[in-house]
């Protein structure tokens, strides 16, 4: 999963990078440099269980601590 990918389902699911982070037990940073082009010198490959995760999101799974409302 690219970081444009990453962030394009983040934003499909209604999460910001905080609800997201709370989610996956990752910080909000982790989330944004995970979102980062990979050019920028801050940026970090997407962790491949977090895009496995995003898959299961996207096709409907939600974990217990999924946002409420979302």
């Known amino acids: ?3 444009e990918e990453f962030k394009e389902a983040r ?3 209604g999460l910001t990078q905080s609800e997201l982070g709370a989610v ?3 910080a ?6 995970w979102e980062m082009p990979d050019a920028r010198s ?6 491949p269980v977090a895009a496995r995760a ?3 999101f996207l096709s409907g799974f939600r974990p217990p601590e999924w946002p409420q409302g979302r």
């Open 11 to 13: 934003r499909k699911l």
């Open 28 to 33: 909000p940073q982790t989330i944004r440099k």
């Open 24 to 26: 996956l037990d990752t």
């Open 1 to 3: 999963m690219t970081p």
């Open 42 to 47: 801050t940026a970090r490959s997407v962790n």
């Open 54 to 56: 995003m898959r299961w």
